[in-house]
């Protein structure tokens, strides 16, 4: 039932993706995204792991490590066929949390190892979007900066908060999980509260592993 109502959950709230805060995409993760950041997960990281719902699950898993901060020993991994991310500090998991990454068949996320080479709290993307009029009303979604806007009409880029750029245009930021598949255009996106703990546990220059 839950794989029937995604698809109309997901047009429904489409329209208006632009104009939202961080806090309005966690909430499209709805329940589920809320259910996992209240859940406390206190078995062991390969339980978790190993369990037989691990690939779509929206939980995350923290360990001791998380209470270091060591940006200088610090980093994450990208795991495209799990969708999942890894923070590592002093060489320890200290998170296991869900992505989104590049759609498969021509936006998919690059393998390889890169550094953070920018991090802003608040980020737009200056290539997707929406096209909004002089009050801020939406006219159009799921847009390119490079499409011609309708008369009185300008792009506004769609909010890519908690923003670590690792290659090129790609970068790490809080954005849609709903249906747990990789359906960005690159990017990684991830719920707001793992992307907060990303955000203060590294730097510009820790290591990013996509694999």
């Given at each position: 039932m839950k794989k029937l109502l995604l698809p109309i959950l997901?047009?429904?709230?489409?329209?208006?993706?632009?104009q939202m805060t961080a806090e309005d995409y966690y909430r499209m993760g709805d329940e589920l995204d809320e259910a996992?950041?209240?859940?406390?997960?206190?078995?062991?990281?390969?339980a978790f792991v190993s369990s037989p719902g691990y690939r779509s699950s929206r939980d995350y898993w923290r360990g001791p490590a998380i209470e270091r901060t060591d940006p200088a020993d610090s980093h994450?991994?990208?795991?495209?066929?799990?969708?999942?991310?890894?923070?590592?500090?002093n060489g320890e998991i200290a998170m296991d949390f869900?992505?989104?990454?590049?759609?498969?068949?021509?936006?998919?996320?690059?393998?390889?190892?890169?550094?953070?080479?920018?991090?802003?709290?608040?980020?737009?993307?200056?290539?997707?979007?929406?096209f909004v009029d002089a009050d801020d009303n939406l006219v159009k979604t799921n847009v390119t900066s490079s499409e011609k806007p309708p008369a009185g009409a300008v792009f506004k880029g769609t909010k890519m908060d908690y923003w670590m750029r690792f290659n090129g245009a790609i970068g790490i930021h809080v954005g849609n999980?709903?249906?747990?598949?990789?359906?960005s255009h690159g990017c990684v996106r991830l719920p707001v509260e793992p992307a907060e703990i990303l955000f203060s546990k590294l730097d510009v220059g820790s290591k990013v592993i996509v694999k």
């Open positions: 997901l047009t429904a709230l489409l329209p208006t993706a632009c996992a950041k209240n859940k406390k997960v206190d078995y062991s990281f390969e994450v991994e990208i795991l495209l066929k799990e969708q999942r991310g890894r923070l590592y500090i869900p992505v989104c990454t590049g759609r498969v068949g021509g936006s998919e996320t690059p393998r390889g190892t890169f550094r953070i080479t920018e991090k802003k709290e608040e980020h737009r993307s200056s290539l997707y979007g929406c999980r709903i249906e747990r598949d990789s359906l």
